[in-house]
Nanobody, 132 residues
Framework: DVQLQASGGGLVRPGGSLRVSCTAS????????IGWFRQAPGKEREGVAC????????WYADSVKGRFTISSGNAKNTVYLQMNDLKPEDTAIYYC?????????????????????????WGQGTQVTVSS
């Protein structure tokens, strides 16, 4: 089973920056993607960003485009989410999720798999609070 560990959350002032990390292990296949999701109090969990290990493609939610950057780390199966110009509405628990495939999978296809088809494995979340 795929296991994921998220870390790096914290308290930051509006306009500040924060980087969260996700380390994954236990993949059966070489084709997979890792995504970040968030859930604010009283709201549904939503996709934030995703990166494909198959082809390097990246997907972002419109709400974070230009402010958040997802990247792969030097360590195997580590993915970062760099969050800049943070806003109070970014406050949420941030989760990482991974989905495997027997064939190459793009970030956009992975998001469909993880959100609409409910495929993939969840990691535990890390709290990000944006407040003055």
């Amino acid at each position: 089973d795929v296991q994921l560990q998220a870390s790096g959350g914290g308290l930051v002032r509006p306009g500040g920056s924060l980087r969260v990390s996700c380390t994954a292990s236990g993949f059966t296949f070489d084709e997979y993607a890792i995504g970040w999701f968030r859930q604010a109090p009283g709201k549904e969990r939503e996709g934030v960003a995703c990166i494909s290990k198959s082809d390097g493609s990246i997907w972002y939610a419109d709400s974070v485009k230009g402010r958040f950057t997802i990247s792969s780390g030097n360590a195997k199966n580590t993915v970062y989410l760099q969050m800049n110009d943070l806003k109070p509405e970014d406050t949420a628990i941030y989760y990482c999720k991974a989905v495997e495939s027997v064939t190459p999978i793009s970030a956009a296809a992975a998001m469909i798999s993880m959100t609409q088809l409910k495929l993939g494995s969840w990691g535990q979340g890390t709290q990000v609070t944006v407040s003055s």
